[in-house]
């Protein structure tokens, strides 16, 4: 175990070390001199009068929210002694699973590469580049022939190999336990039960006013929603991060919601952001890649036929496309159990000095991956705060959607936290639908991996994605799939076939997300 004091320092050392590279650094540094020119500032108490200038002018708070989100982003660290891919995924199994699946996404890709003959990458042609500028906010017109592109694989294909995952502990000579039976996933990861995840989302209880929750026995609606705003414009004026957090547990108002997720993100869209998305949107204008002809095609299967999200099909090219150009991404395969993929420039396979990450973001589109971009766009209308934004959930939470690792809030711990709920709480709803053939997972499994988006009202949809931020986990995910198949289990305890099954839970546009989360947590009898 990693003594605490020996921990902190070590967290306190790597929040340094990477403040210390960031342009907040800079400007920190820049603030503090100038204030040197300032008749209050004394030398024979300089530390502490810079000190006070940087309370009293708003940076002491901004580097405060820089050391939180580093802290919500970063884990916390391991033993010195233990090595660096334990910090990417404890599990040997679970990297070697992980290792697997991303030799088959690239043997895809490669048979696309060869089959339609289209390099990974190459430089458009001027004229190219040109209409391709003049076109960037309209690209939605365009209609390229992509019939021969196909997703590289679907959320139902990774099913397949969660299914498939085994624990070689547990192989031989030990009788595996009557849960492995029933569920679709059998490796032994703990998981939440009722009681843990009550205490957990204490905030989301019966007697707690919740926006979200058309009536309320404790307070009115109408008084929680004004008293609510107004404590949310108070956190907004603060500019506190932690607070901002703490206070979307019970939802934002639609009017500050906005900025309220850019402060717990940390994001700012200053000067040099701006200026960064410009650069990546450079680069899409330069090179054409291979993927790109993949974040059209999703786009146009996905987001293009959704009532709620096609008239935002421009944004949606703009960001994914710039998305795939952004390197400052590779970060995150630092704390994630994904290695990005390499490409090797043409004749110099294997050799490691002209090896570069594909795409340069190591991040390959999936089919659905725009979905994680769509309900954004209904709260920035700035293109390079829509893309800030995205980058950050990305970072935080959406690459946990899929990758194999053995994290709380990672896929296959969600999958048997929602397997392991319903066979708890509803076991004759479990195996009843088990015994017919429709294994509940196979029917959730989407709406987990694509966070709910494209299956939700957007308003509904954005609720929950409040709570995701406010506790900084996406194990609700699991917890409303549970809850939509007790709200239904009475239908379903009828269906006799997967496809009937699929029926009833086919339409979840009419749901309410909050009386749903508090009903199945607050409601059960545990």
């Known amino acids: ?24 650094h800079s400007q920190l540094e820049r603030q503090a001199r100038v204030s040197l020119h300032k008749p209050e500032i004394k030398l024979e108490s300089l530390k502490e009068d810079i000190k006070d200038f940087l309370k009293t002018s708003g940076w002491e708070k901004k580097l405060q929210n820089a050391v939180y989100s580093e802290l919500n982003v ?8 233990a090595p660096p891919e334990h910090i990417k995924e404890p599990l040997a199994y679970m990297r070697k699973a992980q290792g697997s699946w991303e030799k088959r996404i690239l043997k895809s890709l490669n048979s696309m590469c060869t089959e339609l003959n289209i390099p990974l990458a190459q430089k458009r042609p001027a004229n190219e580049q040109k209409e391709l500028l003049n076109k960037w906010n309209e690209m939605g017109t365009d209609e390229p022939d992509l019939s021969l592109f196909r997703p590289v694989y679907a959320p139902k294909d990774f099913l397949e190999v969660l299914m498939n995952l085994r624990n070689p502990n ?23 039960d009722i009681p843990e995840l009550k205490e957990d989302f204490s905030e989301l209880g ?51 919601r906005a900025d309220l997720w850019a402060l717990i ?46 008239v935002f099909e421009d944004y949606l090219y703009q960001v994914l496309l710039c998305f795939s150009r952004d390197t400052s991404v ?27 990450y594909y795409p340069p973001n190591g991040v390959i589109p999936f089919h659905g991956f725009s979905m994680y971009v769509a309900p ?12 800030q934004i995205f980058r950050e959930m990305y970072v935080r939470f959406f690459f946990r959607l899929h990758s194999i690792s053995s994290h709380p809030s990672g896929i296959v711990s969600l999958c048997l936290l929602f397997e392991t709920l319903l066979q708890t709480h509803l076991p004759q709803l479990f195996y009843h639908l088990r015994e017919i053939g429709a294994q509940p997972l196979r029917i959730s499994f989407k709406w987990m991996v694509r966070a709910f988006s494209g299956y939700l009202a ?52 009419t749901l309410k997300v909050m009386p749903l989360l508090q009903i199945f947590l607050f409601a059960t009898v545990t």
């Not at 701006?274 to 790109?292: A, F, M, P, R, T």
């Open 265 to 310: 993100l940390n994001v700012s869209n200053q000067p040099e952001d701006i200026l960064y998305y410009e650069q990546l949107k450079s680069n899409v204008i330069q090179h054409n890649l291979l993927v790109d002809s993949l974040i059209y095609k999703d786009v146009k299967l996905t987001a293009s036929n959704d009532d709620y999200y096609f």
């Open 458 to 509: 957007t308003d509904q949809l954005l609720l929950l994605w409040d709570r995701i931020l406010g506790y900084n986990s996406l194990e609700i995910l699991a917890v409303l799939a549970a809850a939509v198949f007790a709200f239904r289990a009475v239908n379903l305890m009828e269906v006799t076939s997967l496809a009937a099954a699929e029926a009833v839970l086919a339409d979840l546009s």
């Open 74 to 81: 970063f884990p916390l660290p391991c033993h010195p002694a």
């Open 330 to 356: 590779l970060e995150h395969f630092s704390y994630s159990s994904a290695t990005p993929p390499k490409s090797y420039i043409q004749g110099k396979l294997g050799m490691e000095e002209y090896a570069v």
């Open 170 to 192: 547990y192989e031989n000579g030990e009788q595996p336990s009557f849960r492995n039976h029933l569920g679709l996933i059998q490796v032994p990861l703990k998981v939440k």
């Open 376 to 387: 954004l766009c209904f709260l920035y209308h700035e293109p390079s705060k829509l893309y």
């Open 206 to 256: 019966l007697n707690i006013g919740q926006l979200g929750i058309d009536d309320s026995a404790q307070v009115p609606p109408e008084f929680f929603e004004n008293e609510h705003v107004r404590v949310g414009q108070k956190v907004l004026a603060e500019q506190d991060s932690a607070a901002a957090q703490q206070y979307v547990r019970q939802g934002c108002p639609t009017a500050l």
């Open 1 to 24: 175990m990693l003594d605490p004091d020996r921990g902190l320092s070590l967290t306190i050392a790597r929040v340094v070390q990477r403040l210390q590279g960031s342009s907040l």
